[in-house]
């Protein structure tokens, strides 16, 4: 037995909307293509689809690193693809962890949320930074740091949740890993399933199928960890 020794198959979203629409019926595999106004629509809702995914998170492949440069006596630094300012990168959806760092150390420091850092006081006091609070905002946004930077040769090494890529064109690959492709197609299916009068049973069974799929591969998005527990002989009871 020959294998193709090829593991780089991918679809464009035009074969995830195309897929979709047979599923709810919308056209047939003898058709040449569905109409115009179908795929248009169709577009929409897998993009709406997308922004859902992101905020959601968990996703291990749009987790990326990012570095934040600190300047003495600034406590706040925007962070996002319109900024020009500070730290210009693709919008994080979230901050997961963050390390201060000065020359080769590292030091873990805590990501806390908002009631958290606008409990603190004295906010404008200086030192080593121990916290960080993020404000994702609409465009850009925000990273404040806690206590302020005294020092300019501090950098914030973060890891950070990244939006997923939008479908713009037909011929735009998902944003995903392979594995994802037919979850992604069973979802459309159940977001525009109404649209296409199909019988209440049909669409509950896509509905179905769709959360299974995608229960599954976000059950499987889970890194391993380390996990020691004591024995009891190692005590006196």
Known sequence: MATSGSSDFTITRDQVINGALRICRAYTIGESAPEAEQTVNAS?????ILKNLSVKGGLLWTQTEGELYLSK?????????????????????RILDARV????TETPIHVIGRNEYFDLTSKESQGRPTQLYYDRQLTDGSIYIYPTPDDSGEVIK?????????????????DFPPEWFRALK????????????????????????????????????????????????????
């Open 73 to 93: 006596g600034q406590a706040s630094y925007l962070v996002g693809p319109s900024t020009t300012s500070d730290l210009q990168i693709v919008r994080p959806t």
């Open 158 to 174: 973060f890891t950070y949740e990244r939006v997923l890529e939008d479908f713009d064109d037909a011929a735009n690959n998902p």
């Open 101 to 104: 760092t000065e020359g080769d």
């Open 186 to 237: 069973w979802m459309l299916a159940a977001d525009i399933a109404i649209e296409y009068g199909i019988a209440p049973e049909r669409i509950a069974y896509i509905e179905q199928k769709a959360a299974m799929l995608e229960g599954e591969l976000l059950d499987a998005e889970v890194e391993p960890y380390t996990q020691f527990e004591p024995h009891p002989e190692d005590y006196d009871w």
């Open 44 to 48: 929409e809702a897998l993009n709406l």
